[in-house]
């Protein structure tokens, strides 16, 4: 696993020509790294779609590395259904490498978006889903996630500001040997910045709310019913009541609160309720 994020590591580095004209004791022609990147300012320029991809593919392989993944091709489809029509109401419908939905083969109730549009439900979350409707509004809300770039966000400012100033460095000629082997680590301790946040430290207050209304946008849009977040809200805060600890619980104090936060949000929107037999039957088909 650990080949493949460094994979995905040099990869990222050679969409920035960082290994153009590299060879061994030679150092590295820069002159197209600066016309891209441009001097270093006081305002660190952000990551670039090439870029997210690229860290957002190590997250995920680092993920895996803890997760299986669920045999069951025709769930699999079914989600990815689900979850790529969701993505086309959502703020940011297209990224670099596409939207990918991963069921993890875990009871662990959990759900993880990897910046870039790789997202996980673990079978414990499907399991919370009781019709296609809930099971939108989750996906939802970790679209909610990739759009607003939240993973990103979770990587420390001072990492990436070193990057930036090792690309960018106003006259620089040549990347040395040892600059590489810098920006990989410090690519490497960006991916480790995302991952923790998701698995360990989870986001703020305010990017879980954020993704929360915005999710139920997407929702609506699509004539999902976006009350299905607050209903699948509701079973994680009662089971968080109840002493639930691992995956979602972990990463996600305040359940409740969140609950009565969309209460209020959906009571000013005024949306009605949908119900459409036909989602309930295809999702009783495709989760058995």
Not at 87 to 95: M, V
Not at 219 to 236: A, C, E, I, S
Request: charged share 20%.
């Amino acid at each position: 696993m650990r080949r493949e994020i460094r994979f995905c590591l040099v990869n990222l580095l050679l969409s920035l020509a960082l290994l153009q004209g590299c060879s061994k004791g030679v150092g590295i022609d820069v002159t197209s790294i600066t016309r891209v990147v441009g001097a270093t300012s006081k305002a660190v320029r952000p990551m670039t779609e090439q870029e997210e991809y690229y860290v957002g593919r190590a997250v995920a392989a680092t993920i895996l590395g803890q997760y299986r993944v669920y045999d069951n091709p025709r769930l699999t489809a079914y989600v990815n259904n689900v979850g790529l029509l969701v993505t086309l109401a959502s703020d940011r419908p297209y990224t670099q490498g596409g939207y990918h939905f991963v069921i993890l083969d875990t009871e662990e109730v959990n759900a993880l978006a990897c910046p870039g549009g790789i997202i996980f439900i673990t079978r414990g979350m499907l399991q919370k889903a009781k019709n296609e409707d809930e099971l939108a509004a989750i996906l939802a809300h970790e679209v909610a996630h990739v759009a607003h770039k939240d993973g990103i966000a979770a990587i420390q400012k001072s990492r990436w500001a070193e990057a930036v100033t090792i690309l960018g460095s106003e006259g620089a000629k040549q990347v040395s040997g040892a600059d590489v082997g810098k920006l990989l680590s410090l690519f490497e301790g960006s991916v480790t910045d995302v991952t923790k946040t998701l698995l360990v430290n989870g986001y703020g207050r305010k990017q879980e709310e954020a993704a929360d209304q915005g999710s139920l946008g997407y929702l609506q849009q699509v004539g999902y019913n976006p009350y299905g977040l607050l209903d699948v809200l509701g079973k994680l805060a009662q089971q968080q009541s109840n002493g639930g600890r691992q995956g979602i619980f972990a990463t996600h104090p305040g359940m409740d609160q969140r609950q009565t936060e969309l209460k209020s949000f959906l009571a000013k929107k005024q949306w009605p309720q949908t119900d459409d037999k036909k989602r309930d039957r295809r999702f009783r088909e495709a989760a058995g």
